[in-house]
């Protein structure tokens, strides 16, 4: 079984990602092969991470999903493997008043299949850890 830590990345006084962060635990609790634990950044000390917007942020139609790709090269190049699919949330349709997380019915199968694609990838570097 392997153990996979979900990141509450936002530090900021009006973050969001604790609402959704908090609910990936809950679905892999119902895997036999994963178990999730929650990582909130917040509760460590990483002053400069607390910018107004994260220095990812660019203009796009959709910024959270932009804000993603920074964080993904950048762990390429301390060969930390990631997965390609990834949970995108509307306000519109996932959230009630923009505050309380109400994911639409697919979504939990978004998480299933990122969750699928860490358990698959897992294992491959097992053989390149040192004890």
């Known amino acids: ?3 996979v830590g979900v990141i509450a990345g936002g530090i ?3 973050r969001e990602s604790d609402v959704v962060t908090r609910r990936a635990p809950d679905i892999a609790a119902h895997r036999d092969n994963a178990t999730a634990g929650l990582v909130d950044l917040r509760e460590h000390d990483l002053p400069h991470l607390g910018s107004p917007l994260p220095p990812s942020m660019a203009p796009s139609t959709q910024p959270k999903v932009r804000a993603t ?6 762990l ?3 060969a930390v493997a990631d997965v390609r ?3 995108v949330l509307s306000p519109h349709t996932d959230f009630v008043s923009f505050r309380d997380v109400r994911p639409a019915g697919q979504q939990e199968q978004t998480v299933s299949a990122v969750l699928d694609q860490v358990v698959a990838g897992g294992g491959a570097p097992h053989g390149l850890r040192r004890p």
């Open 76 to 78: 390429a190049r301390v």
């Open 12 to 14: 900021r006084p009006r």
């Open 1 to 3: 079984m392997i153990e």
């Open 69 to 74: 790709e920074h964080p993904r090269l950048v």
């Open 85 to 87: 699919s990834q949970v």
